[in-house]
């Protein structure tokens, strides 16, 4: 008789959890994935900011004005839809299980539902309210790291995407006085970071751009030869980033990246150099000599030199280097569509996790779950009868984190604001009513 | 004869503000005669176009605000500071009549009288800009004492930042990071927990963000108004007029080329290379080299391409030769094509975008990977000459050309890289790269006549 039961039942999955999965069968572990794992109702808390319709002064337009895409790949073909929008989360799980989307993308808040934006006038569409994003890859620092390029990266590597985070998050808090900060791994080479405090949401494209324009310190293309120049004393912003964080790190950097071991990596330091009387002396020195980076800063710092250009120049080498390299337009604009967390990055099979920004030196990219992972972890707690299995696999740990280091906080902030407003409004009508 | 009214009405003179440099807060109630209308805002249009003829071609704020006194004594000054007065708030409001009509008239208009309004301001006593400051309740915002013991440290440290040395005089006014948009992109201000600390000699960006925004929310509204209600009111009347103004000083934005006739993509490689600017010379060489741009790039020499009269159909085709070559033929047509045409206007909003200005480009800041962005600003001076040098430039004129780069003088730069590849004298200076492609033209076309024999 087991046997007949054993026959009646599906047979798990056979998951080889080191493949990455591409076309039917990334569509397969999709449906799995979004039937399973994807936490819709902490995704619908998150975007309705209180809005739940449980509070008389919630407004329940809200979420459903909220821009969503979805990329969806066949095997032969890759359709993109724009303008998704969603009442409620039940709404949106439906959606999501149907269509099972490759990348699903958080757009900006309209002023009317963007499904119905044919049925209003050009002017009467528009983007009111967005969170402050930035994304941050590292194939933009191909130039200074040589372990990996492009799309790789690796523990050697990471470090950079660490300091940025350290480098952004201390100054959207310290600086701005944002407090609601999720930080995302982007599945693959980066990293994103969404602002949702209130004030950043409601942030003019003129404010974010300042705000893009502030952290903007590496500039220029391939073909200008420096792209940080300091002209005199740094702005407090830049100096904490330099003393807390910058100083240290491409001193760690020197060493695993051996920037002074090989000539035409440290080449390219000497290029940094204003003076040609330093460069020339240092080079001829230099020849076998290992002790490099101590007596290029003992020279810079020493003060014999006067040239216009040397008093900064060792903090402009190190910023060239570690600073964190923006893609400043995705900042800056406000209907941008930027990827939404717990998505499954389809050239890695990895899940799109949220990073805590006070121990993001623990984090490590080569370990995060792939979806393909997930899956085999199911099956083994299945097979072992196990109860609530979703929530013993590795994506148990991540989607705690967003709940505790970031939603619950927000919701919270979220709540209090409305009812503030809410009591606001009523104190006025009542008072309008006085004579 | 009756005015225009305001949906605002007040009963003062409605300028409420220090004598001389009103804030246009409400429409105010003067009674003035038709001519009055035109006159007066023709010539302070001609005060407008002067500031914006000032800023592409990146004059420096020393200059600017010589140039906008005298502007204002040539064209608005009277004798008698009440009528000057009078004569600045009718043509103000005038103006905002006809500019509120159109986005990019409301943002030229917007742009303009915010710049006008700035350097107006800096050339006030202190008096005067105190009594402004009041005006918009700033004083309410100046940091206390306990406060600036505490940051003091910082302030300093920020102000030396911008080589300016504060002193426990100095005024620190306390407002939200937001009200500054500048003064933080630039960071010439430490701002602690969204407060920037303003010095009391960078007021004036704080002033002007105000300013730019109370005006930016009354043309809006005054849009409104004219289309539901005075536009029919007033059609045998001051409608006219209004359309009339609103054609005379719009500076050529080359979307729609007239002059120059629609170019082929037989003729492209040839126009690139004698008569593209640097900057769109780059950004096509570099497609044909790597067979991709990124996005402000494609955007920065499509539009450019369209304002030369490169058709919809050949732009297509052109884009797909080059990218089809890195990404293939069905990739293009799937990711690329779409944001082709919309820069055209088939797509979406359907707006025509516009072939950006030199200061548009010089503004811009591209990083890795990005080819667009004005080479005179973002070349190093290796790579600049290795790029004038391969255009035929040489000698005597490189070295003009350089030291104007050192000055930061990108577009006097570029017009001397056009005298010298042309051998002739570029008497407006560059401000657009399509000014750069249309005078290149009529100088090789009049060229091509004087060669021929005549009949």
Same mark, same amino acid.
């Given at each position: 008789m087991t046997k007949e039961k054993e026959e009646h039942r599906e047979d798990p999955m056979q998951i080889d959890s080191n493949r990455v999965p591409t076309g039917s069968l990334l569509t397969d572990y999709l449906r799995i994935y979004y039937g399973k794992f994807f936490p819709y109702t902490d995704m619908f808390k998150w975007l309705a900011y209180g809005n739940?319709?449980?509070? +008389?002064?919630?407004?329940?337009?809200y979420f459903g004005r909220r821009e969503f895409s979805f990329t969806i790949k066949s095997d032969r073909d890759e359709v993109y839809l724009r303008f998704q929008s969603f009442f409620n989360a039940s709404e949106m799980e439906t959606s999501i299980k149907a269509k099972c989307p490759t990348k699903i993308d958080i757009g900006a808040v309209y002023t009317v539902d963007p499904a119905k934006r044919h049925a209003y006038a050009q002017s009467g569409f528009n983007p009111i309210e967005r969170e402050l994003v930035f994304d941050i890859d590292i194939s933009d620092y191909d130039d200074v790291r040589y372990c990996c390029s492009g799309a790789d990266t690796c523990l050697n590597c990471w470090p950079l995407m660490t300091i940025a985070i350290k480098v952004i998050d201390t100054a959207l808090r310290e600086d701005f006085g944002f407090s609601h900060i999720l930080w995302v791994?982007?599945?693959?080479?980066g990293v994103h970071c969404w602002v949702c405090d209130s004030r950043a949401r409601r942030l003019s494209k003129e404010q974010r751009s300042a705000i893009a324009d502030y952290f903007h310190v590496y500039k220029g293309g391939e073909n200008s030869l420096k792209k940080v120049t300091f002209a005199g004393p740094l702005h407090p912003f830049l100096a904490r980033a330099y003393t807390d964080v910058l100083k240290n790190e491409f001193e760690k950097w020197v060493s695993t990246q051996k920037l002074f071991e090989h000539e035409e990596r440290f080449h390219k330091i000497l290029?940094?150099? +204003?003076d040609e009387s330093v460069v020339s002396e240092l080079a001829e020195k230099w020849q076998g000599n290992s002790v490099r980076w101590e007596h290029l800063k003992h020279m810079l710092q020493s003060g014999s030199k006067k040239t216009q250009g040397l008093r900064r120049c060792i903090e402009e080498i190190v910023f060239s280097y570690t600073y964190p390299r923006l893609d400043i337009q995705v900042t800056k604009g406000m209907n941008h569509l930027l990827k939404a967390p717990f998505c499954v990055h389809p050239g890695t099979g990895r899940i799109c996790i949220p990073i805590d920004p006070k121990k993001?030196?623990?984090?490590d990219p080569t370990s995060v779950p792939t979806v393909a992972q997930l899956i085999e972890e199911l099956n083994a707690n299945a097979s072992i009868g196990a109860d609530n299995y979703v929530e013993k696999t590795s994506l148990a740990a991540s989607v705690h984190l967003f709940r505790t280091c970031f939603l619950e906080p927000l919701i919270k902030t979220c709540k209090d604001e409305l009812e503030n407003a809410y009591n606001t409004k009523i104190q006025q009508t009542k008072d309008s009513l006085n004579w | 004869m009756e005015i225009v009214r305001s949906q605002r009405r007040n009963g003062s003179d409605g300028s409420g503000s220090a004598a001389s440099l009103p804030l246009y807060k409400s429409a105010p109630s003067l009674e003035f005669r038709l001519e009055e209308f035109g006159q007066y805002a023709i010539d302070r249009l001609r005060v407008l176009q002067a500031i914006s003829d000032g800023l592409s071609r990146g004059k420096k704020p020393e200059e600017m605000e010589n140039l906008v006194s005298e502007q204002w004594r040539a064209n608005m000054k009277h004798q008698d500071a009440d009528k000057t007065l009078r004569k600045d708030i009718i043509s103000h409001f005038v103006l905002r009549l006809v500019y509120c009509r159109e986005e990019e008239m409301r943002r030229w208009f917007l742009s303009m009288e915010t710049a006008l309004f700035r350097y107006r301001f800096r050339l006030q006593n202190a008096e005067a800009q105190k009594s402004i400051m009041n005006e918009l309740q700033l004083q309410y915002n100046v940091l206390g004492n306990a406060e600036y013991e505490t940051i003091k440290d910082k302030l300093t440290e920020a102000a030396r930042s911008v080589n300016f040395t504060s002193n426990p005089e100095t005024v620190f006014y306390k407002v939200p990071f937001e009200d500054v948009p500048e003064l933080v992109a630039s960071r010439r201000v430490f701002i602690l927990k969204g407060f920037a600390f303003v010095p009391r000699n960078q007021v004036v960006s704080l002033v002007c963000t105000i300013f730019r925004s109370n005006i930016s929310k009354a043309l809006a509204l005054t849009n409104r108004k004219w289309r539901a209600m005075i536009q029919d009111q007033e059609k045998d009347r001051i409608a006219p007029m209004v359309e009339a103004l609103g054609n005379v000083y719009l500076g050529p934005d080359y979307s729609k080329p007239k002059d120059c006739a629609e170019i082929s993509l037989k003729d492209i490689n040839q126009l690139a290379s004698t008569s593209f600017p640097l900057c769109m010379r780059h950004l096509f060489g570099k497609l044909r080299e790597d067979h991709h741009l990124k996005h402000q790039g494609r955007m920065q020499l499509g539009l450019f391409l369209k304002g030369v009269g490169l058709k919809l159909e050949d732009a297509l085709a052109f884009w797909r030769a080059e990218f089809s070559q890195k990404v293939g033929a069905e990739r293009f047509d799937k990711e690329y094509a779409y944001s082709i045409r919309h820069n055209y206007g088939?797509?979406?909003?359907?707006t025509d975008y516009t072939p950006y200005s030199c200061q548009k480009i010089i503004m811009s800041t591209p990083s890795t990977g990005d080819h667009h962005g004005c080479p005179y600003r973002h070349f190093s001076e290796e790579n600049l000459r290795a790029a004038l040098n391969k255009m035929g430039v040489g000698g005597r004129a490189m070295d003009d050309i350089m030291d104007k780069v050192r000055n930061r003088h990108y577009q006097l730069a570029c017009t001397l890289t056009f005298e010298a590849t042309h051998g002739t004298s570029c008497?407006?200076?560059?401000?657009h790269p399509n000014q750069y492609f249309v005078e290149s033209r009529k100088f090789f076309e009049s060229k091509n006549k004087q060669s021929q024999p005549t009949a």
């Open positions: 739940d319709g449980k509070h +008389p002064g919630c407004d329940s337009s791994y982007s599945g693959r080479r290029q940094l150099i +204003p993001c030196e623990e984090f | 088939k797509e979406g909003k359907r008497e407006t200076g560059i401000n």
